[in-house]
């Protein structure tokens, strides 16, 4: 494989642009499981090949559901099984590295310096976010776009002058140790991939079309939740908030007294909606989105404090967005838009599998833009 970060940042590239390999999939290796996508290139435009996943509580000899950290021979034989179940036929792919290897900030630096000096001024200021040695990690920035001044501070005489213009650069750390170790189960696997790709940015290629107002998105994976927000395309703001799926979970299983099995079964049945068997499901339930939201919020507010923009709206993906309620209880807890992503209708498909694509496209996002981004 050549450079497997191949640039960790993919800035805005038409889905599209120069040759590419008939069929490419999507891995994205997560916590609990592993979800794969293949697609193609047909008359221009990506059409869906197939999908699936697997659960590696199993390979961990624990129950589904539950958080695990693989060795890599048990991961090698997680994805064969998931990519031969799932009738995947291209060895040409591209693996998510999750955020949990990683790092990701914005430095602030004078805003005439020189492109090539960011090889030596991002390093250098990088040490300060870093908690390992600088040699551990390998590092991607890109230069976001300049604020730009509103109409309201351009016609308010109230407002104090806008401050000397600064350079805002998106830096991202990856540890080698993880970079070593995909690599090690890329060639395990058979498998041809020519980058890989930190799972934010492939979630934001698989949700976002062409918003022009900032917009963040809600990840709610298995253990931890992710907000981005993004403007332009560019990642501006990156949070992580130490709740996840599993944890709700864990929770209704002490709760109720409950084995863990039993306790995801009512999770994925009744999710946030009243029902009979368990009357006090939904306020467990509660307790942690709350907390998620409450996060979420101060992040929305320090974002819109620090830029002068508002959030336009807020798009839930990951499969924790799945749980019944959980859109109601959002929409309920942010002041603007909410929706789930819909990342499966990039890409033609049966129309018969509409409704089963949408149910399933938010815990699929990461694998479709890791995907879309390898037939570019």
């Not at 709206?313 to 749980?323: A, M, N």
């Amino acid at each position: 494989m050549d450079n497997p970060l191949q640039k960790i940042i993919s800035a805005g590239k038409g889905i599209f642009s120069g040759p590419s390999s008939e069929s490419a999939v999507g891995i994205d290796i997560g916590s609990s499981s592993i979800k794969v996508v293949q697609i193609k290139k047909k008359a221009g435009k990506a059409v869906l090949e197939t999908y699936g996943a697997v659960s590696l509580g199993p390979y961990a000899e624990t129950e589904i559901g539950r958080i695990t950290n693989l060795e890599t021979g048990k991961i090698v034989e997680a994805i064969t099984e998931v990519l031969k179940e799932s009738g995947v036929s291209t060895k040409s792919s591209a693996l998510s590295i999750s955020s949990q290897s990683s790092l990701v900030f914005t430095i602030t630096l004078p805003p005439k310096v020189r492109d090539s000096n960011l090889a030596t001024i991002v390093p250098t200021e990088a040490r300060k976010y870093i908690p390992v040695p600088i040699t551990e990690v390998s590092l991607d920035w890109f230069i976001l776009p300049q604020k730009e001044t509103s109409f309201e501070e351009a016609n308010n005489p109230d407002l104090p002058p806008p401050s000397a213009a600064t350079m805002e650069v998106l830096v991202v750390a990856i540890q080698n140790e993880a970079i070593s170790k995909y690599e090690s189960v890329v060639k395990q696997c058979g498998l041809e991939a020519g980058f890989f790709e930190l799972e934010i940015f492939s979630s934001i290629r698989a949700n976002f079309e062409h918003e022009l107002s900032p917009v963040m998105l809600l990840d709610f994976g298995a253990s931890k939740t992710k907000l981005t927000i993004v403007e332009f395309g560019s990642v501006k703001s990156f949070h992580t908030i130490s709740r996840g799926s599993a944890e709700v979970t864990d929770s209704i299983a002490q709760s109720l007294d409950i084995p863990f099995i039993k306790a995801e079964e009512l999770k994925k049945e009744f999710g946030m909606l009243e029902n009979s068997t368990e009357k006090s499901l939904p306020e467990i339930i509660k307790v942690h989105t709350d907390y998620i939201f409450s996060e979420a919020n101060s992040a929305l507010l320090n974002y819109e404090k620090k830029y002068n923009k508002a959030i336009s709206k807020v798009i839930l993906t990951g499969g924790g967005s799945l749980l019944k309620g959980f859109k109601e209880n959002a929409a309920s807890n942010f002041p603007m838009q909410v929706e789930i992503g819909s990342p499966f209708s990039k890409v033609g498909a049966p129309v018969f599998l509409d409704k089963v694509l949408s149910a399933a496209g938010p815990e699929f996002a990461i694998a479709l833009g890791l995907a879309l981004r390898k037939l570019q």
